[in-house]
């Protein structure tokens, strides 16, 4: 049985993103929520509580609005705030080690099992690894998101 994968393009280039292992996004996905819980833990923390502004309305009805993808892309903004090093670079690498960048019409992985950068271009531009981490997560986790699971962001 092939594998699901999920072509996108990005920054000029394709890629292909394959399923991560249950055990790896299960974790990333705990990570995310435990990123999320700090920041919102943070934002609150010491702060009066105000009635919402029309605004903050406005945030929810449009969280409540977007499509899952969108609302994961969110919770990632939010997690990687929180974030360790040593959690940003697991994610990274398990984001990464599922990737792969088409070159000459082939797929080819822009990181080594072993967790060795084979498209050394991409380590020296970290707004774009960080973009193709969250399309990984997106494509990886956003079952989560069903009907029967939760998020802080809901």
Do not use: I
Request: charged fraction near 25%; hydrophobic fraction near 40%; charge should be negative.
């Amino acid at each position: 049985m092939k594998q699901p994968t999920k072509q996108f393009p990005l920054e000029e280039a394709q890629y292909e993103a394959r399923r991560m292992t249950p055990a790896v996004a299960a974790y990333l996905w705990h990570r995310l929520q435990a990123g999320v819980l700090k920041v919102q833990s943070n934002f609150s923390s010491g702060a009066a509580e105000e009635p919402p502004t029309a605004e903050d309305e406005e945030v929810k009805r449009r969280l409540k609005e977007a499509t899952p993808e969108e609302r994961l892309r969110t919770v990632c903004g939010m997690a990687f705030l929180a974030w360790t090093a040593e959690d940003f670079d697991t994610a990274q690498k398990a984001c990464m080690k599922v990737l792969s960048r088409y070159e000459n019409g082939v797929p080819m992985p822009v990181m080594s099992d072993a967790g060795q950068w084979v498209a050394k271009d991409l380590c020296e531009d970290p707004f774009l690894v960080t973009k193709l981490m969250v399309e990984v997560l997106v494509f990886n986790l956003v079952g989560f998101l069903s009907e029967r699971a939760s998020t802080p962001t809901a």
